[in-house]
């Protein structure tokens, strides 16, 4: 799964993201899904998991998205206007490829020393096929 910030507004500071991903991953562990990694940079998050069965993941990224705002909100003013996107990407990932998505998701800090997130976000629609109006990607 990958979603962004609202406006891509570099929003998620280094003094909270690790709490933020293991917020995250709680959330996930309660619906009955498991993380395998979560990271990001200041203005997005990739989450490798393994899903529920008894979740959809439009109820899933309903469930992350909304309890992680509010639980940011909590952490200063600098947050008190935080918003994610109101999309996402979800992405299924073969058992062959997990260990080389995990790597790419750990390393997200090095990777965007080179690629943009709009750059990286449009080459994974279009590498799965994904039809899309860029108008609606970023807010």
């Not at 899933?60 to 999309?87: C, D, P, V």
């Not at 020393?113 to 279009?126: N, P």
């Amino acid at each position: 799964m990958v979603f962004h910030t609202r406006n891509n507004q570099n929003l998620i500071k280094q003094a909270i993201e690790k709490e933020l991903y293991a917020y995250l991953g709680g959330i996930l562990k309660s619906t009955k899904s498991v993380p395998i990694t979560i990271n990001g940079t200041e203005d997005h998050v990739h989450i490798l998991c393994i899903m529920s069965k008894n979740i959809t993941l439009a109820d899933l990224l309903e469930e992350l998205k909304r309890n992680s705002s509010r639980w940011i909100k909590t952490k200063g003013n600098e947050y008190k206007e935080f918003a994610w996107q109101g999309g996402y990407g979800g992405f299924s990932v073969s058992q062959s490829k997990v260990d080389i998505v995990k790597k790419y998701i750990d390393n997200q800090k090095e990777h965007h020393k080179s690629v943009t997130f709009k750059e990286e976000y449009i080459r994974f629609l279009e590498e799965y096929g994904i039809d899309y109006n860029e108008e609606y990607l970023w807010t």
